[in-house]
């Protein structure tokens, strides 16, 4: 039997991305409880247009937790406070009549609102465009099983390249880092076989990059860990840096 | 020597700057509180550490000034840290909250850094540069201890050191890539003992000289 709740919406609504924000308040009221986080924005901004207000900008795609598109800091948490969910598989369900919820964009120098709640991470873009990739020549199809691959490793890759770039892990970040990000591609690629061959050169222009675009620096307060819908593990930022180090070791070209 | 300072140039080349000197600062603290537990031993045997300590001449001098530059290092890039970090967000949240992550040393480290380089150049006013001529060390420690808010400023900053090894002890470790699902709970495990180790092991000092001398 669905029920319905009350709330009260604090929303941070900015017209452009040179404009002034501000936080704007609404009545949320006969919100199902079986509804997802941006359903209830929908049944929001339906009632905005009906009273001809512009309605609340925010970025959504597949609304199955696997696109990385929605993103928000509810009550001061990337995603909203539930573990391993995206915000679209957050359900109301995890509120309570009466409650005041407070929703704020992705902050970060390297991420600029472009509207109320659409931020651009197009800075996670580049990163990749700088190395997050493998330069395989196409051909025949290999043969199945021709390079062995032993199952820890491939799981161990697996669970890096789970990462939907959604970018929570910068949101919660207290310093605005990118690292858990660039550790998941540098993990995910550089523990295959097929990523080696650029593993040195990928790792160091992805953190070449990451700087350039004025993310902040790591300081191993492990709350990306925390808020990452894929609940990627910071062990990838260790293997980050031990390939960084790696890398201008003992590397060539560095 | 180009790649040398484009690697310390760049976010994790800075971190293991901030990871070497940290842990180097481990070995120190170590170092220095066992020879500080001879001040349980009573005013001979503090004295006949420092003398023997002192004898070694040129290597104490040679130790000092490689601290001495381990500390500007692990100052000045923490700063920097500190500050390119507050400038990574310009617009701050309304609303922040834990995600779980974070511990009180990991979200103090520069407030705790802080107040640890206060009490470090206050530490050497008081038993390093200070006239020595006619009084042993001994009587000079005894004598400042003797001041109740000397104990009192000396404990709380013993407090902000073991707050600030608590991260960064098992942060040290993270940096420079030593994570292992084997190893990492230990090195957790360690960082927390270190960080109870330092905490007490200096923080009774001033309170033991303090009962023993008034």
Same mark, same amino acid.
């Given at each position: 039997?669905?029920?319905?709740?009350?709330?009260?919406?604090?929303?941070?609504?900015?017209?452009?991305?040179?404009?002034?924000?501000?936080?704007?308040?609404?009545?949320?009221?006969?919100?199902?409880?079986?509804?997802?986080?941006?359903?209830?924005?929908?049944?929001?901004?339906?009632?905005?247009?009906?009273?001809?207000?512009?309605?609340?900008? +925010?970025?959504?795609?597949?609304?199955?937790?696997?696109?990385?598109?929605?993103?928000?800091?509810?009550?001061?948490?990337?995603?909203?406070?539930?573990?391993?969910?995206?915000?679209?598989?957050?359900?109301?369900?995890? +509120?309570?009549?009466?409650?005041?919820?407070?929703?704020?964009?992705?902050?970060?120098?390297? +991420?600029?609102?472009?509207?109320?709640?659409?931020?651009?991470?197009?800075?996670?873009?580049?990163?990749?465009?700088?190395?997050?990739?493998?330069?395989?020549?196409?051909?025949?199809?290999?043969?199945?099983?021709?390079?062995?691959?032993?199952?820890?490793?491939?799981?161990?890759?697996?669970?890096?390249?789970?990462?939907?770039?959604?970018?929570?892990?910068?949101?919660?970040?207290?310093?605005?880092?990118?690292?858990?990000?660039?550790?998941?591609?540098?993990?995910?690629?550089?523990?295959?076989?097929?990523?080696?061959?650029?593993?040195?050169?990928?790792?160091?222009?992805?953190?070449?990059?990451?700087?350039?675009?004025? +993310?902040?620096?790591?300081?191993?307060?492990?709350?990306?860990?925390?808020?990452?819908?894929?609940?990627?593990?910071?062990?990838?930022?260790?293997?980050?840096?031990?390939?960084?180090?790696?890398?201008?070791?003992?590397?060539?070209?560095? | 020597?180009?790649?040398?300072?484009?690697?310390?140039?760049?976010?994790?080349?800075?971190?293991?700057?901030?990871?070497?000197?940290?842990?180097?600062?481990?070995?120190?603290?170590?170092?220095?509180?066992?020879?500080?537990?001879?001040?349980?031993?009573?005013?001979?045997?503090?004295?006949?550490?420092?003398?023997?300590?002192?004898?070694?001449?040129?290597?104490?001098?040679?130790?000092?000034?490689?601290?001495?530059?381990?500390?500007?290092?692990?100052?000045?890039?923490?700063?920097?840290?500190?500050?390119?970090?507050?400038?990574?967000?310009?617009?701050?949240?309304?609303?922040?909250?834990?995600?779980?992550?974070?511990?009180?040393?990991?979200?103090?480290?520069?407030?705790?850094?802080?107040?640890?380089?206060?009490?470090?150049?206050?530490?050497?006013?008081?038993?390093?540069?200070?006239?020595?001529?006619?009084?042993?060390?001994?009587?000079?420690?005894?004598?400042?201890?003797?001041?109740?808010?000397?104990?009192?400023?000396?404990?709380?900053?013993?407090?902000?050191?073991?707050?600030?090894?608590?991260?960064?002890?098992?942060?040290?470790?993270?940096?420079?890539?030593?994570?292992?699902?084997?190893?990492?709970?230990?090195?957790?495990?360690?960082?927390?003992?270190?960080?109870?180790?330092?905490?007490?092991?200096?923080?009774?000092?001033?309170?033991?000289?303090?009962?023993?001398?008034?």
């Amino acid at each position: 039997m669905s029920k319905t709740i009350n709330l009260t919406l604090k929303v941070w609504r900015q017209e452009g991305p040179e404009k002034k924000g501000r936080l704007e308040t609404y009545p949320a009221k006969e919100i199902s409880t079986d509804m997802s986080f941006l359903e209830m924005i929908d049944v929001i901004n339906d009632r905005l247009t009906l009273d001809g207000k512009e309605p609340i900008a +925010f970025d959504h795609d597949c609304r199955e937790g696997i696109c990385g598109m929605c993103g928000a800091v509810v009550n001061g948490h990337a995603h909203g406070p539930e573990k391993g969910t995206t915000l679209c598989q957050l359900h109301m369900r995890h +509120f309570s009549d009466g409650d005041t919820i407070v929703v704020e964009p992705w902050r970060a120098r390297a +991420f600029k609102v472009i509207k109320d709640l659409v931020v651009d991470r197009s800075a996670f873009d580049e990163i990749i465009r700088a190395g997050g990739y493998i330069s395989a020549n196409t051909g025949g199809a290999p043969d199945g099983n021709a390079i062995p691959i032993p199952k820890e490793v491939a799981d161990t890759a697996m669970d890096a390249a789970a990462c939907i770039g959604c970018g929570a892990c910068v949101a919660a970040c207290p310093n605005a880092s990118a690292m858990l990000f660039v550790g998941a591609k540098v993990s995910h690629l550089g523990l295959l076989p097929q990523g080696r061959p650029e593993a040195a050169r990928r790792v160091q222009s992805m953190v070449d990059r990451m700087d350039e675009l004025g +993310f902040g620096n790591c300081t191993n307060e492990a709350e990306c860990e925390a808020a990452c819908p894929k609940e990627i593990s910071i062990t990838n930022i260790a293997r980050l840096n031990r390939e960084f180090l790696k890398a201008k070791l003992f590397s060539p070209h560095s | 020597m180009n790649w040398v300072v484009n690697a310390l140039k760049a976010a994790i080349g800075k971190k293991l700057m901030m990871a070497v000197t940290g842990l180097a600062f481990c070995g120190f603290l170590t170092v220095h509180l066992i020879g500080n537990l001879t001040l349980y031993g009573g005013r001979d045997l503090f004295n006949s550490y420092a003398e023997h300590l002192h004898s070694l001449g040129p290597l104490v001098t040679v130790f000092e000034l490689v601290l001495l530059a381990l500390a500007i290092v692990h100052v000045l890039v923490g700063l920097t840290l500190f500050y390119e970090n507050w400038r990574a967000r310009p617009v701050r949240y309304c609303m922040n909250k834990w995600a779980g992550g974070r511990t009180i040393g990991s979200a103090t480290m520069p407030y705790t850094g802080l107040i640890l380089l206060a009490f470090v150049i206050l530490h050497l006013m008081n038993f390093h540069f200070v006239d020595k001529t006619g009084r042993t060390i001994f009587e000079i420690v005894a004598g400042a201890f003797a001041q109740p808010w000397y104990v009192a400023v000396y404990v709380v900053a013993v407090i902000a050191g073991a707050i600030h090894v608590s991260h960064g002890f098992w942060s040290a470790f993270q940096t420079v890539g030593a994570s292992h699902p084997k190893y990492m709970p230990l090195i957790r495990g360690v960082g927390i003992l270190f960080s109870l180790i330092v905490g007490i092991g200096f923080g009774a000092i001033p309170i033991y000289v303090y009962v023993a001398v008034t």
